[in-house]
């Protein structure tokens, strides 16, 4: 989709939301503006979307759902601040990193894992000796990493992906907090979907009986965890998933976040 009707969608949005520009990328000779949706409230909820380019089912369910999920929010008193496409020229070149060829997903924090040694992502568990939020890395992630660093940690972070690596259609989670918490969501979701239970689904993540994995990866979802946040996942619906069954589990997710929130977890 090209980014200035994408974009177009996003403002629409104004009647229901306070809409704006958290900062701009520029690519080539593009400028493009980067998103927050905001809708008040007494606990909040951060959301995600769009790291990767060729996943694009988050970002659209946001653009076409939004005001249900933000009367959904309200009805609830849950404040939302909602980052609908992070990595716009990937977005609108079908592409998984930007047009620069940087990956914008992975770049929060950094762990030290002996004295001077600094890893981002930890592929097995190991001890750690700390933490520290990153502060390089490719614009997208800077400008995003920045924002959200100015607020207080939130009541739950919610980041939507897609799989572009399995095959079929079918859904798994990233999750930190307990998993008591989401197998209501796996389960609303598997009755549209396949879900991935007990499998491998990359080089370094195998799923377990839920179809979830707790995988320290340096991500967005890492860094609410490491802050304290309860309920942290990264969700996945594989691209060959309809466009309109990854809506339909993207909004079961919302929604089980927006009810977490509501009842203080």
Same mark, same amino acid.
């Given at each position: ?8 969608? @996003? /403002? ?11 900062? /701009? ?11 927050? !949706? ?6 909040? !909820? ?13 970002? !659209? ?18 404040? !939302? ?5 992070? +990595? ?7 592409? /998984?990193? #930007? ?5 914008? +997903? #992975? ?18 568990? /190991? ?16 400008? @995003? ?104 589990? #993207? ?15």
């Amino acid at each position: 989709m090209n980014y200035t009707d994408y974009a177009k969608r @996003i /403002r629409a949005h104004a009647q229901v939301a306070d809409v704006s520009e958290y900062g /701009r990328v520029t690519e080539g000779d593009q400028d493009y503006p980067l998103f927050r !949706l905001v809708v008040p409230g007494e606990r909040w !909820l951060v959301i995600t979307s769009g790291f990767h380019g060729e996943e694009p089912a988050g970002p !659209l369910t946001l653009a076409e759902h939004f005001p249900a999920v933000a009367a959904y929010a309200v009805e609830r008193g849950v404040g !939302l601040r909602v980052y609908p496409c992070i +990595n716009p020229s990937g977005f609108e070149a079908g592409t /998984r990193y #930007n047009r620069s060829g940087e990956k914008p +997903n #992975n770049d929060f924090l950094r762990y030290e894992v002996a004295p001077g040694e600094w890893v981002g992502e930890l592929n097995v568990a /190991r001890p750690i000796l700390r933490w520290a939020l990153y502060d390089e890395g490719p614009k997208e992630t800077r400008a @995003i990493r920045s924002e959200l660093a100015r607020y207080a940690a939130p009541a739950a972070a919610l980041d939507i992906h897609q799989d572009d690596y399995l095959g079929g259609a079918s859904t798994y989670a990233y999750t930190f907090g307990d998993k008591a918490a989401y197998r209501p969501l796996v389960e609303a979701s598997a009755k549209h979907v396949a879900v991935v239970r007990s499998q491998k689904v990359d080089d370094h993540s195998f799923t377990d009986a839920d179809g979830l994995i707790e995988y320290h990866d340096g991500s967005v979802t890492d860094w609410y965890s490491r802050q304290g946040v309860p309920y942290t996942a990264a969700l996945e619906t594989t691209t060959p998933t309809p466009r309109d069954v990854c809506d339909a589990v #993207n909004l079961i997710w919302i929604r089980g976040f927006i009810d977490l929130v509501a009842r203080g977890g």
